[in-house]
């Protein structure tokens, strides 16, 4: 894994625990983290976050996002909506490593109500350990933005 990227998280209250824990990781590894919240569990809405976290991986060029909610749909949804943004959902380590290999990923999108935390960390180091392989995957991303 290449500790040198810098990392934007966020996560809504349900994916707060989970968060903290992939900080706690994050920061073990080296990597300069940039937590966008929640802070607590305390109900809110995941838009709050997922924009900031994606407005910031836009605008940091080379960083990647992680975003966690309950079923992280809702923050894939909300990051895709940002034209430099490819987010994807991931709930195997197989996943995280092709979202990066094939689509180019720059946002992780993680489920915390539907995984464990062993998993979310396999997945997060599958992620960051891959790297895209362009070729005839870059023709694809290339067709992705409107």
């Known amino acids: 894994m290449d500790n040198t ?3 934007q998280i966020g ?13 706690e990781f994050l920061n073990s590894a080296g990597y300069h983290v940039k937590d966008f919240g929640c802070f607590n569990t305390d109900s809110m809405d995941y838009p709050d976050v997922a924009h900031p976290v994606a407005e910031a991986v836009e605008a940091e060029q080379g ?7 309950g079923s992280g ?4 949804l909300t990051a895709n909506k940002h034209q430099g ?5 991931c709930w195997l380590p197989e996943l995280g490593a092709l979202a990066r290999q094939h689509n180019n990923a720059n946002i992780l999108c993680l489920p915390a109500r539907f995984i464990s ?3 979310a960390l396999e997945i997060i180091s599958a992620y960051l350990s891959a790297e895209f392989e362009g070729g005839r995957h870059q023709n694809r991303v290339n067709k992705i933005s409107c």
Do not use: Y
């Not at 960083?63 to 909610?69: A, M, V």
């Open 5 to 7: 990227i810098k990392i």
């Open 11 to 23: 996560s809504d209250h349900a994916g707060f625990e989970l968060k903290a824990k992939v900080i």
């Open 63 to 69: 960083s990647l996002g992680i975003l966690i909610c």
């Open 73 to 76: 749909n809702g923050v894939c």
């Open 85 to 89: 943004i490819r987010a994807a959902l």
């Open 117 to 119: 935390e062993s998993d």
